[in-house]
């Protein structure tokens, strides 16, 4: 694992919030990754991470290139998220304001964009400009989460609610009040089936995403995610030990992750018996203590990712077994755990940054990771996998419409109970069904 941090202005050397990858993105004969950052400068901005092999690359040290910088945010930005599919970025921040971009070609899009607020005063490669503007949160948003298919988001705010916005309709179509603190991450299962909040009030929630009826007569507006009211808290006691730290903690980001075969859930802020872990649960047992505790981080943990790819996994478990890589961020720390080992972190990054890490974020192939801070500078982690990266599986059927039962422990591999149903899908293969409030406290 060789790691740099890049010397460039990223956001006029203010807070770095967010980072992400585009998975979608396809360099052509340039190559490379394409990421967006979103900072305390109020900007969006684009860029393309060149691999040290690649194409301009010196073999030794991966290259970064500016593409643009989208400047309609009128407060610092939190929160940057690719679409799973159509390379639509997701940007939100201070102002309570979502906006969802799309990048535009040719001499028309570049002047539609820069009318639009998309373009800032330095000139790049790519010109993005707004496709939707979602208002309605009352308060800085936290964190953000595109639905698998990319037809929702999620947001978390501190105004202690998180929303879930239809994305092409501009509209909210459900506002999840459960929580008695600021709302600091969540995420969406890659499955479909639960979305995850975790908050200051020392909880994490998980609300189940349940299949309509699909019939051909679908009337017009019922075409949204239902969350049902049958959530559960992690919130409590853990025997003596609480699960998570209060809100005394001085993080504005608590940012869970769920692996890309939906099996494992990680989250941040863990805390047992005053030691700070990353708790990491299976999803049939989301009622039931986490699977795994990663300890051994000096400072509270602040976000969690997972590569979005999985690898061969040869003489472990089982033939055709595969395994999964997770970073962990704390306030300083940044450490790399493999599923092939359990609890032992396979790479630990420390004295990076200046000041706190606030996000992660990992190219298609796992073979780099951004990490970056409040001290305006961001690091790149190359990583050599001792197996390539694998196309992901098919899923596992989804679990049915009951929340997980209160099953012993199994194993990792474990798969979700036989004989779930599949839930209904129309003849465009989407899910029908209509909003529920899930209530307030």
């Not at 979602?134 to 936290?142: F, M, N, P, Q």
């Not at 989301?286 to 699977?291: C, I, K």
């Amino acid at each position: 694992m060789r790691v740099k941090t890049v010397q460039i202005n990223w956001h006029d050397k203010l807070p770095i919030f967010s980072v992400d990858f585009d998975h979608g993105y396809r360099g052509g004969s340039e190559g490379g990754w394409r990421f967006a950052t979103g900072g305390g400068d109020n900007n969006v901005r684009v860029w393309r991470l060149r691999s040290a092999q690649g194409p301009g690359g010196d073999g030794a040290v991966p290259g970064i290139e500016f593409l643009a910088s989208l400047n309609r945010h009128t407060a610092p930005v939190n929160v940057v998220r690719f679409s799973p599919h159509g390379s639509r970025l997701a940007s939100a921040g201070d102002d309570g304001v979502v906006i969802v971009w799309r990048q535009t070609d040719g001499a028309d899009g570049a002047a539609a964009a820069a009318a639009a607020g998309g373009l800032g005063d330095e000139e790049g490669k790519e010109t993005w400009r707004p496709a939707a503007v979602l208002r309605g949160s009352l308060a800085d948003i936290c964190d953000l989460a595109w639905s698998p298919d990319g037809a929702y988001l999620a947001s978390a705010s501190v105004d202690n609610t998180a929303r879930i916005w239809d994305a092409r309709a501009a509209r909210c179509v459900q506002v999840l009040a459960d929580h008695s603190h600021y709302v600091q991450g969540v995420a969406w299962d890659p499955l479909a089936q639960f979305l995850a909040t975790q908050s200051s009030d020392r909880s994490l929630r998980v609300y189940r995403w349940l299949g309509g009826d699909s019939g051909a007569g679908v009337r017009a507006g019922t075409d949204v995610a239902q969350l049902a009211a049958a959530h559960y808290s992690m919130a409590g006691d853990e025997g003596r030990s609480r699960l998570f730290h209060d809100d005394n903690l001085a993080s504005f980001f608590r940012r869970p992750s769920v692996s890309p075969d939906g099996r494992l859930l990680a989250t941040a802020a863990g805390v047992r018996r005053g030691e700070n872990v990353c708790h990491v649960w299976a999803r049939d047992r989301l009622r039931q203590a986490p699977v795994l505790r990663l300890p051994g981080m000096r400072r509270p943990v602040v976000a969690a990712r997972w590569a979005p790819c999985e690898f061969d996994a040869p003489g472990r478990w089982v033939a055709g077994a595969r395994r999964q890589v997770l970073a962990v961020a704390s306030q300083s720390t940044v450490a790399v755990y493999d599923t092939a080992c359990a609890t032992r972190a396979v790479g630990v990054m420390d004295g990076l940054h200046y000041a706190t890490i606030t996000d992660l974020a990992w190219t298609a192939d796992g073979s780099h990771l951004l990490i970056v801070s409040v001290d305006g500078f961001a690091s790149v982690a190359s990583l050599d996998h001792p197996a390539p990266a694998l196309p992901l599986r098919e899923p596992p059927p989804p679990v049915g419409s009951e929340p997980p039962d209160a099953r012993p422990s199994e194993p990792l591999a474990h798969k979700p109970a036989a004989g779930a149903a599949e839930a209904p899908a129309s003849a465009d293969g989407r899910r029908r069904v209509a909003p529920t409030l899930v209530g307030s406290l």
